[in-house]
């Protein structure tokens, strides 16, 4: 049950990963220095076991495409007036430009950093993207360590 009273209007992204909320948060551009954020870790959820949850106070620009691209499970929520608006659910998506960086060093996108960052779905169970420069492979499936999101490596 999410508590949504915390937030009159804005974004509730609910059904994060658990552990995933922080990135999802720093991925999401949002400025936690001015907006008013919620994370809650590793609340109880019937569904998933645990989960993480965001609360983003004001804010309802938020990019859908890497949201599904980091956690496909995860619902969005628009809020307005303490009242859910519109609920999503993520779908992971075909296509993702600019989120994810090509890790290898011979790709054109290496050299010429003002290419951009092009990866195709190949493998929706899987979550794999293919580098529509060098086919290089990226899963999005699993630790979430990978060094390679980085939102600040692009322009923007
Ligand atoms: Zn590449």
Partial sequence: MVVIDSIKNG???DHITAGLG???????????????????MNAVSNKY????VVKIENVTD???AALGLIDPKATVNYI????????????VPERVVNIIKCKNPRCVTSVETN????????????????????DEIISMKGGYNNEFI??????R
């Fill in 62 to 64: 938020i990019d859908l």
């Fill in 80 to 91: 307005v007036d303490h009242v859910i608006s519109q609920k999503i659910n993520l779908t």
């Fill in 11 to 13: 974004i509730v992204i």
């Fill in 150 to 155: 980085h939102r600040q490596w692009f322009d």
């Fill in 22 to 40: 922080m990135k999802l948060l720093e991925y999401l551009d949002i400025d936690t220095s001015s907006d008013t954020v919620a994370v809650i």
């Fill in 115 to 134: 290419a951009p960052q092009l990866f195709s779905l190949i493998d929706k169970e899987n979550r794999e993207y293919r580098c529509e420069y060098c």
């Fill in 49 to 52: 076991g645990r989960k993480d």
